[in-house]
């Protein structure tokens, strides 16, 4: 993860931004690239399936 100093791009509004959901209590995480983005995704979508299929939810 880059720290403060390090960040590539995105300047003050993405600083903010980021500070904003630090302050909700969220990690802001940038993904290695975007192979690694899609795995996570795909990972998430498998992982939310079988658990939203396990509780029986249904939509009405």
Known sequence: M???GERKGGG???LVQEEHLAA???I???SESTE???QFVGQ???L???LVED???TVN
């Open 36 to 38: 690694a983005f899609d």
């Open 44 to 46: 998430e979508v498998s």
């Open 2 to 4: 880059q720290g403060r």
């Open 48 to 50: 939310w399936k079988q």
């Open 24 to 26: 909700e209590g969220l």
């Open 12 to 14: 003050w509004q993405a």
């Open 28 to 30: 802001v995480a940038p």
């Open 55 to 57: 509780s029986g939810a």
